[in-house]
């Protein structure tokens, strides 16, 4: 598996992930009727921020994440990020390889720290890895996500120093 930042050449082949993790409701707080092009200017990142993609030895995209500053200003030292797998990709170590190449990458770019503003609850996956990398919850919002299938549970702000 190859990570590299994402063209725009890459989105035909981004946009079925996105598309397919939004839709399933359980792990975003975008629309579950996300259009193509809301969700290209939402994932596609410009300057300070960026795109990366998880390709394959195929040549396949098997997952994306987006960095940026998580705030502008005063705040623009603290990085964000998120991140989408391909649910054919999952369990392969490809969100834990993104996790590293953004965690490298914000280091790389000057920022202090990342913090993850909505990492859902009940996204027990997720929430383990973001601490086996060194983040910890540093609150939640409690009933802050309608889960499609668990109703209304927490979403966690997550933290680390780079």
């Known amino acids: 598996m190859r990570i590299r930042e994402a063209t725009g050449a890459d989105w035909p082949a981004i946009w079925p992930i996105v598309e397919a993790v939004v839709r399933a409701g359980d792990t975003y707080t975008y629309p579950r009727d996300l259009d193509e092009t809301f969700?290209?200017?939402?994932?596609?990142?410009?300057?300070?921020?960026?795109?990366?993609?998880?390709?394959?030895?195929?040549?396949?995209?098997?997952?994306t994440a987006k960095l940026g500053p998580n705030q502008m200003g005063p705040g623009s030292h603290v990085a964000n990020a998120s991140f989408m797998v391909a649910a054919e990709a999952r369990g392969r170590g490809v969100g834990r390889a993104l996790g590293e190449a953004v965690l490298a990458r914000a280091r790389e770019d000057g920022y202090r720290a990342m913090q993850f503003n909505a990492v859902v609850e009940a996204n027990k996956a997720a929430v383990a890895l973001w601490t086996a990398l060194g983040f910890?919850?540093?609150?939640?919002?409690?009933?802050?996500?309608?889960?499609?299938?668990?109703?209304?549970v927490g979403l966690h702000i997550m933290y680390r120093g780079l």
Request: aromatic share 4%; hydrophobic share 40%.
């Open 39 to 63: 969700g290209q200017t939402l994932w596609m990142q410009s300057s300070p921020g960026v795109t990366l993609v998880a390709v394959d030895d195929d040549g396949r995209v098997v997952g």
């Open 136 to 152: 910890e919850v540093i609150g939640t919002a409690p009933e802050a996500f309608d889960h499609p299938r668990e109703g209304l």
